[in-house]
Every structure is written in C-alpha cells, then in structure tokens.
C-alpha cells in the first residue's frame, strides 16, 4: 500500500508537536496578604514578559498555563498592594508558587473612597448606567473589552454616516469640526445606533478622551481592566485600567462628571 505525501506529512507535524506540548508546565498557586495570610482576590498574576495572565479568584487562587519550562519571573499585581519579582522553576507538570503582596492600608482606604465616589457618579447619572468592576470582569473570557461591551452592555456601534439621521448625525458632524484633517470615513465608528438611531458615542479611558472611537476598546484585554462604565447604550464609555486604579489609590481622586463627550 502506498502512503500519501500529504498522510506523511501530517502525521510528521503531529509527532513533532508532541515533544512541545509536553514540555509545557502549568503554574498555579495562591497570592496572600504578606501581614495577615488572608488571599488577594482579582490579583493579575504575570510569567516572565508573556501576555497570557491568571486573574486570582475570591480564595486568591490562579493557573497560569503554556508556561515554558525553566527559571521564570513571576509576579502579581493589585491595586493598594506592591509586590517584588520572585522566581519559579517550571518543569513539564505543575509548579506551585505563593504569592505575597504588601498591603499599604492607607491606600487601601483611599481606593475605597475613590471607588466609592465613582459608584455615587454613576448612581446618580440619570441615563442608564451599566457598570461592571474588576470582580465581573475577572469571570469574563472575552477576548478584547470591545466585545465584552457589545454583548454585555448591548452596545451596538455603528456608523455616523449610515443615513439614519437624528441628533447622532448631528454630534457626529460637530465632532468633526474639533479635529484637523478628520474625514467622516475616518470617525464611522463613533457611533452607536441606540433608538433607531446613530448617537455620537464617546470612549474615555483612565478620563482622559481618546479619538479614536469604540474601536479602540479592541486594543484592550479585561485583565488590565478594573472598571467599565456604560451610559447610554454606549453613548459614553468610561475605562479605567488597574494601573490608573493604583494611582487612585494613592489619592482618593474626584471622578469628572459624565456627559462631557456628548
């Protein structure tokens, strides 16, 4: 019987993956409080320079897997807390690790205060608001914080120039105005469609405006995320990444009134 060239060469690529797949290691663990031992929970845990993160859960617990075998620098981020580089060597199987952070409680009272007064703003707003914190985030497998909004928080962009008309066209058209060398092929995405119609949206991220419309919200993944605020069906999203939260932490900052991109 004669074997095929292609049967060959698949069953070729299929034993020279196995040796890679093998030598994979998982490293899981716990990241504690370093006073009291009480777990961190929605800790963002790190493995050398890879993108790939755990997000610790209500016991602090994680799983890092696809870990490349070796000495690997591991290291665990959450707001309020500070932590120094530790090692871990990571062999084919699984590699288990504790994580201690370093709890400042000033800060931690602070971030509360700021946290706080983000929930009163939003409260108070009177849209709707659809907030989600670092806790939901943290159970979310989205691959990008543009899609969590589109089918969690049913925002639905859409193009300003899409004829639908209304007051969205309008904003639309008037935003254009605020930005040199703007075409409105280049703004078709800032917009939302929200009661039949197209409604400028605006997208703020650690309260600063960015331009570039929802699109943006694809360069962003949930793990370096502690906060997403929707108004409006998307007329308004406000952004807030775990560093901007740690440096709130820091100064229990006043929140800027929403609407200002409208």
Request: aromatic content about 8%.
């Amino acid at each position: 019987m004669r074997i095929q060239p292609l049967a060959l060469a698949i069953a070729a690529a299929l034993v020279a993956a196995v040796p890679v797949a093998a030598q994979e290691a998982i490293v899981r663990g716990t990241v504690v409080d370093e006073r009291t031992g009480q777990p961190v929970s929605n800790a963002a845990v790190y493995v050398d320079n890879d993108r790939t993160v755990s997000i610790a859960d209500a016991q602090g617990r994680f799983q890092v897997r696809h870990v490349r075998p070796g000495t690997r620098a591991i290291w665990a981020e959450a707001p309020g807390y500070t932590m120094d580089l530790s090692m871990v060597e990571a062999a084919s199987g699984v590699a288990e690790v504790t994580l201690a952070m370093r709890s400042d409680p000033v800060q931690l009272a602070t971030l509360q205060v700021s946290t706080s007064r983000l929930d009163r703003r939003s409260r108070a707003y009177a849209g709707t608001a659809r907030v989600f914190r670092q806790a939901d985030l943290a159970g979310m497998w989205y691959s990008n914080l543009l899609e969590m909004v589109q089918f969690r928080a049913g925002v639905r962009p859409s193009s300003c120039s899409t004829g639908y008309g209304g007051l969205g066209y309008s904003y639309a058209r008037s935003a254009l105005e605020r930005f040199d060398g703007a075409s409105l092929g280049e703004m078709s995405d800032a917009c939302v469609y929200s009661r039949g119609t197209a409604q400028s949206a605006s997208v703020f991220v650690d309260e600063t405006k960015w331009i570039g419309g929802l699109s943006t919200l694809a360069d962003f993944q949930l793990p370096d995320i502690a906060r997403v605020e929707v108004f409006d069906h998307g007329r308004e999203v406000r952004v807030y990444t775990r560093q901007f939260m740690d440096w709130a932490s820091k100064r229990a900052y006043i929140p800027a009134p929403v609407g200002l991109g409208f």
